[in-house]
């Protein structure tokens, strides 16, 4: 089982950006896929982009791609989600991920742990 805590959320003007900590505790963080998922009010949860274990493959949305870069630092049980050019449409509640299954995978089926989300607000 794994723990996950987001942190770095916060109010950001349109254009600017913001870098997204998720902290893993245990010590299998290894064994898991990393993702970013999103929920704006009213609309259903959302990916945003995944890692592989090894942290060799990255797997974005399309609203994410060019924009927003994921990373792990496996000494450190970390995933960073780096964001540039924010829109408002960014605006949401960002949660960290995990998985057993492959990074590939996790745009496609509820992962296997949430963390509690982080708030991103973005202004115009």
């Known amino acids: 089982q794994v723990q996950l805590v987001e942190s770095g959320g916060g109010l950001v003007q349109a254009g600017g950006s913001l870098r997204l900590s998720c902290a893993a505790s245990g010590r299998t963080f290894r064994s898991y896929a990393m993702g970013w998922f999103r929920q704006a009010p009213g609309k259903e949860r959302e990916f945003v982009g995944a890692?592989?274990?090894?942290?060799?493959?990255?797997y974005y949305a399309d609203s994410a791609k060019g924009r927003f870069t994921i990373s792990r630092d496996s000494a450190k049980n970390t995933v960073i989600l780096e964001m540039n050019s924010l829109k408002p449409e960014d605006t949401a509640v960002y949660y960290c991920?995990?998985?057993?299954?492959?990074?590939?995978?996790?745009?496609?089926?509820?992962?296997?742990?949430w963390g509690q989300g982080t708030q991103v607000t973005v202004s115009s």
């Open positions: 890692i592989s274990r090894s942290g060799y493959n990255t």
């Open positions: 991920a995990a998985d057993l299954g492959p990074a590939q995978a996790m745009g496609k089926m509820a992962p296997d742990y």
